[in-house]
C-alpha cells in the first residue's frame, strides 16, 4: 500500500461527539479535509449546524444532531441515522467532555455524577452502539479523546479537577480493554491524551495558570490546533491498523518530565 492509500480515509464514515466546538470541531474538519462524510452531535444544535454547514463547503456530506451523549436513545438515534444516510460507520471519535473546578472535600456528588455521565458513560454508549455497526462489516475505528490529568493527580492550587482526571483516566482504561474485545473483529480503539489546547473548556485554567503551563512544558507553548490535526487521521485512517489500545499523548512533553 503506497503511503498516501495509507493515510486515505476519503468517501469513509466519521461521527465526531462534541463535534460543534473546540477540539471536536477541529477533528472534524481534519476528517473532512482528508475526504471523508463527518456527522457531528453535541446538545448545542445550532453550533453542529453551523460546523456541518463548514464540513459541506468542503465538498463532504454531513450530519449535524441534537444528542446528550448520556441518554441510550439520542445515541441509538444518531447512529440510526447516519448508517441510514450512509449505509455504515467507518470512524467514531468520542469527543464530548465536562469538568467541574472544585475541592474534593466539598465536591457536590450531583456534579461528580454528571463529569462521569458524560466522559464516561457516554464514551461507553457511543462506542458500544457503533461497534454493534462496525463488527458487522468487520472493520472500523473508535478513537477516544483521554487527557493528560488522567494519568495522575494534579495539585489543587492548579487543576482543583478531581472528577474529571478521574473519568479520563476511567477513559484510557476503557479505551485498552474495549481494543482487547473488538481486536478479534478488525477494529483499532485507540485514545489520544492531549495537554493543555484552547478550548472552552480549558480556558479558565489557561487563562488563570498560563505561565505555570508554559514553564512546566518543555516544547514552550500551549497546544495548536495543527498539532493534533496529523494523530486524528492517522488513528482513524490504514496507517494505524496495527496499533490497538494506544494512549497517545499530545502535550509538548508534559508527560515526558521526570
Same mark, same amino acid.
Given at each position: 500500500?503506497?503511503?498516501?492509500?495509507?493515510?486515505?480515509?476519503?468517501?469513509?464514515?466519521?461521527?465526531?461527539?462534541?463535534?460543534?466546538?473546540?477540539?471536536?470541531?477541529?477533528?472534524?474538519?481534519?476528517?473532512?479535509?482528508?475526504? &471523508?462524510?463527518?456527522?457531528? @452531535?453535541?446538545?448545542?444544535?445550532?453550533? @453542529?449546524?453551523?460546523?456541518?454547514? %463548514?464540513?459541506?463547503?468542503?465538498?463532504?456530506?454531513?450530519?449535524?444532531?441534537? @444528542?446528550?451523549?448520556?441518554?441510550? %436513545?439520542?445515541?441509538?438515534?444518531?447512529?440510526?441515522? $447516519?448508517?441510514?444516510?450512509?449505509?455504515?460507520?467507518?470512524?467514531?471519535?468520542?469527543?464530548?467532555? +465536562?469538568?467541574?473546578?472544585?475541592?474534593? *472535600?466539598?465536591?457536590?456528588?450531583?456534579?461528580?455524577?454528571?463529569?462521569? %455521565?458524560?466522559?464516561?458513560?457516554? +464514551?461507553?454508549?457511543?462506542?458500544?452502539?457503533?461497534?454493534?455497526?462496525? $463488527?458487522?462489516?468487520?472493520?472500523?475505528?473508535?478513537?477516544?479523546?483521554?487527557?493528560?490529568?488522567?494519568?495522575?493527580?494534579?495539585?489543587?492550587?492548579?487543576?482543583? +479537577?478531581?472528577?474529571?482526571?478521574?473519568?479520563?483516566?476511567?477513559?484510557?482504561?476503557?479505551?485498552?480493554? *474495549?481494543?482487547?474485545? *473488538?481486536?478479534?473483529?478488525?477494529?483499532?480503539?485507540?485514545?489520544?491524551?492531549?495537554?493543555?489546547?484552547?478550548?472552552?473548556?480549558?480556558?479558565?485554567?489557561?487563562?488563570?495558570?498560563?505561565?505555570?503551563?508554559? &514553564?512546566? +512544558?518543555?516544547?514552550?507553548?500551549?497546544?495548536?490546533?495543527?498539532?493534533?490535526?496529523?494523530?486524528?487521521?492517522?488513528?482513524?485512517?490504514? &496507517?494505524?491498523?496495527?496499533?490497538?489500545?494506544?494512549? *497517545?499523548?499530545?502535550?509538548?512533553?508534559?508527560? %515526558?518530565?521526570?
Amino acid at each position: 500500500m503506497l503511503v498516501n492509500e495509507l493515510f486515505n480515509v476519503s468517501n469513509k464514515t466519521a461521527i465526531v461527539t462534541g463535534g460543534g466546538r473546540g477540539l471536536g470541531e477541529i477533528m472534524a474538519h481534519t476528517l473532512a479535509e482528508a475526504g &471523508a462524510n463527518v456527522v457531528v @452531535c453535541s446538545r448545542d444544535l445550532a453550533a @453542529c449546524l453551523e460546523v456541518s454547514k %463548514a464540513l459541506k463547503d468542503k465538498g463532504v456530506q454531513s450530519l449535524a444532531f441534537e @444528542c446528550d451523549v448520556t441518554v441510550p %436513545a439520542e445515541v441509538e438515534h444518531v447512529v440510526t441515522e $447516519t448508517v441510514k444516510q450512509f449505509g455504515t460507520i467507518d470512524i467514531l471519535v468520542n469527543n464530548s467532555g +465536562t469538568s467541574w473546578i472544585a475541592p474534593i *472535600l466539598t465536591m457536590p456528588a450531583d456534579k461528580w455524577d454528571k463529569v462521569m %455521565a458524560v466522559n464516561v458513560k457516554g +464514551t461507553f454508549l457511543f462506542s458500544q452502539a457503533v461497534a454493534n455497526v462496525m $463488527t458487522k462489516q468487520k472493520s472500523g475505528k473508535i478513537i477516544n479523546i483521554a487527557s493528560i490529568s488522567g494519568f495522575g493527580g494534579t495539585m489543587d492550587t492548579f487543576m482543583n +479537577t478531581t472528577a474529571y482526571n478521574t473519568s479520563k483516566g476511567a477513559v484510557m482504561t476503557f479505551t485498552k480493554d *474495549l481494543a482487547v474485545k *473488538l481486536a478479534p473483529h478488525n477494529i483499532q480503539v485507540n485514545a489520544i491524551a492531549p495537554g493543555f489546547f484552547p478550548t472552552k473548556l480549558s480556558k479558565p485554567v489557561i487563562d488563570h495558570f498560563s505561565k505555570q503551563i508554559i &514553564a512546566r +512544558t518543555p516544547a514552550g507553548r500551549i497546544g495548536h490546533p495543527n498539532d493534533l490535526k496529523g494523530a486524528i487521521l492517522f488513528l482513524a485512517s490504514p &496507517a494505524s491498523n496495527y496499533i490497538n489500545g494506544h494512549i *497517545l499523548t499530545i502535550d509538548g512533553g508534559t508527560s %515526558a518530565l521526570a
